[in-house]
C-alpha cells in the first residue's frame, strides 16, 4: 500500500513568512513528485513537480526533495494571503499517482 | 490551448436514477485518470486510461459505476441506481503520458454530483 503523508493543518503564517508544506512518502520506487494548489470549491492547479533530489524553485515556490529520507517539502516564501489554499502533495513513479490528504495553509494579514 | 473540460459542471439527481459525466481531455493527453472527492476529503482515485490498454478499474466502489473512454479520447464514467453517498466532486484529469517527465496531470474544473 503506497502511502503519501501530509499533516492536515491548518498551518497559520503571517502575511510576508515562509510557509513550509511538508510531504512523506512510503514507495521508495517513486519517481516524480508534485505539488498542487486546490482552492476551496475549485479543482487541484499544479504548482511545481521535481524528480531529482535537492531543490528547484519557481519564483515564491520552492519544492526540495530527500529520495533518501523520503520526503518532499514546498516552501513558500513572502507568503500572501491569495496563498490561502489546500496545498496537496502527489507522488508517482507508477502509473497511478497516489495523492496525499492536503494541508490547508491560511495567510493572515 | 484548451484545458480539461468537464460537463456537466453540477448534477442534482434522485436516488436510484442514473447519471453520465462527461471528460474531454486535453489534447495529445493519452492518459486520463477519474477521481472523486468528497467535502473536505482528499482524492479518491477510481480509474485511469492509457491508450488502448485495458483500463485500470481498481479504484471504482462498486459495480454500479463504470466507465469508458471512446477513441481515446473523450471519457464517460456512468454511475447506476446512485445512492446519496454518491455525492461528492468528480474530477478528471489527463496527463501526456507516464513516466517521469511527462506524467504531470492536469485537472478539469470536475462535476459536483448531488443525490437527492
Known amino acids: 500500500q503506497k502511502e503519501v503523508e501530509q499533516n492536515s493543518g491548518p498551518l497559520s503564517v503571517p502575511e510576508g513568512a515562509i510557509a513550509s508544506l511538508n510531504c512523506t512518502y512510503s514507495?521508495?520506487?517513486?519517481?516524480?513528485f508534485f505539488w498542487y494548489r486546490q482552492y476551496s470549491g475549485k479543482s487541484p492547479e499544479l504548482i511545481m513537480f521535481i524528480y531529482s533530489n535537492g531543490d528547484k524553485e519557481d519564483g515564491r515556490f520552492t519544492a526540495q526533495l530527500n529520495k533518501a529520507s523520503q520526503y518532499v517539502s514546498l516552501l513558500i516564501r513572502d507568503s500572501q494571503p491569495s496563498d490561502s489554499a489546500t496545498y496537496l502533495c502527489?507522488?508517482?513513479?507508477?502509473?497511478?499517482?497516489?495523492f496525499g490528504r492536503g494541508t490547508s495553509l491560511i495567510v493572515h494579514p | 490551448g484548451a484545458g480539461v473540460s468537464q460537463s456537466p459542471s453540477n448534477k442534482v439527481t434522485e436516488k436510484g436514477k442514473d447519471v453520465e459525466l462527461r471528460c474531454d481531455p486535453i489534447?495529445?493527453?493519452?492518459?486520463l485518470y477519474w477521481y472523486r472527492q468528497s467535502l473536505g476529503q482528499g482524492l479518491e482515485f477510481l480509474i485511469y486510461?492509457?491508450?488502448?490498454?485495458?483500463?485500470?478499474k481498481s479504484g471504482l466502489p462498486s459495480d454500479r459505476f463504470s466507465a469508458e473512454r471512446t477513441g481515446g479520447s473523450v471519457s464517460t464514467l456512468t454511475i447506476q441506481r446512485t445512492q446519496q453517498e454518491d455525492s461528492a466532486v468528480y474530477l478528471c484529469a489527463s496527463s501526456l503520458d507516464v513516466g517521469a517527465g511527462t506524467d504531470t496531470q492536469y485537472f478539469g474544473p470536475g462535476t459536483r454530483l448531488t443525490v437527492l
Open positions: 489534447s495529445g493527453h493519452t492518459a
Open positions: 486510461f492509457q491508450g488502448n490498454s485495458a483500463p485500470d
Open positions: 514507495d521508495r520506487g517513486s519517481q516524480s
Open positions: 502527489a507522488v508517482g513513479g507508477s502509473y497511478i499517482p497516489t
